[in-house]
């Protein structure tokens, strides 16, 4: 099955510690997005990649980093830097060739800190 | 920075009635999409709008890109229960670059 799946679906930490949130797709997809989500809040985005080993900052980068090592994966770590880093995050990838871009998101991770 | 509008926040109808959504940008935009989330889920995506007053349909649901592509519409004729959700608009402004901004979103619920 082709799809883009992400890791663990619920992610419980302690506040200061910096966690990683998993991201991989088997769609050969070019580009790849991070956004956060808040409760009844639309998607913000964090970082996102259209090209391996290369990545731009969203609008709420601070307190985040990710890679871009291969084409699949995306990982994204939240830092202890990150103030208020309990929400829900959600991936997304898309073929960059051609008219569609449609982004194609994972089942999301929601991650809180205690 | 680019920021996409989005009205109104909260829709509630009765199921048969008709629901629309709007999103608004201050400049032009490269491109539109809109996207499907429904509760505890993951945005679905639902159409992409790239020329200027452009009209496309879905079934029920009818998306506009206005002439100066700077606004969106998406207008659902008579609701279904499966119409629950919320939905999103995406805009992208510079060709080249593949990030798109968010709209806040439209919480439609629909009394059976």
């Known amino acids: 099955d082709g799809g883009i799946t992400q890791s663990p679906k619920y992610l419980f930490r302690k506040e200061g510690q910096n966690v990683t949130l998993s991201c991989e797709q088997n769609?050969?997809?070019?580009?790849m997005y991070w956004y956060r989500q808040d409760p009844g809040q639309g998607l913000r985005l964090i970082y996102y990649?259209?090209?391996?080993?290369?990545?731009q900052k969203g609008d709420i980068a601070e307190g985040y980093s990710v890679s871009r090592e291969k084409k699949e994966s995306f990982p994204l770590t939240v830092t202890s830097a990150q103030k208020n880093p309990t929400a829900f995050y959600l991936c997304?990838?898309?073929?960059?060739?051609?008219?569609?871009?449609?982004?194609?998101f994972g089942p999301g991770t929601r991650l809180t800190v205690l | 920075g680019q920021q996409v509008m989005q009205i109104p926040q909260y829709q509630h109808v009765q199921e048969g009635e008709d629901f629309t959504t709007y999103c608004n940008s201050s400049?032009?935009?490269?491109?539109i999409q809109w996207y499907k989330q429904r509760p505890g889920g993951h945005p679905v995506f639902l159409i992409q709008?790239?020329?200027?007053?452009e009209v496309k349909k879905q079934k029920r649901l009818t998306f506009q890109f206005g002439e100066a592509k700077k606004n969106s519409s998406l207008h659902i004729t008579a609701t279904q229960t499966t119409d629950v959700g919320t939905y999103f608009c995406?805009?992208?402004?510079?060709?080249?670059?593949?990030?798109?901004?968010f709209g806040t979103g439209t919480r439609l619920k629909v009394l059976a």
């Open positions: 769609l050969n997809h070019d580009a």
């Open positions: 709008l790239v020329k200027s007053g």
């Open positions: 400049t032009t935009l490269s491109n």
């Open positions: 997304a990838s898309t073929l960059l060739a051609g008219e569609g871009n449609e982004q194609f």
């Open positions: 995406a805009g992208r402004w510079a060709s080249g670059t593949y990030k798109y901004i």
């Open positions: 990649s259209q090209i391996v080993n290369d990545f």
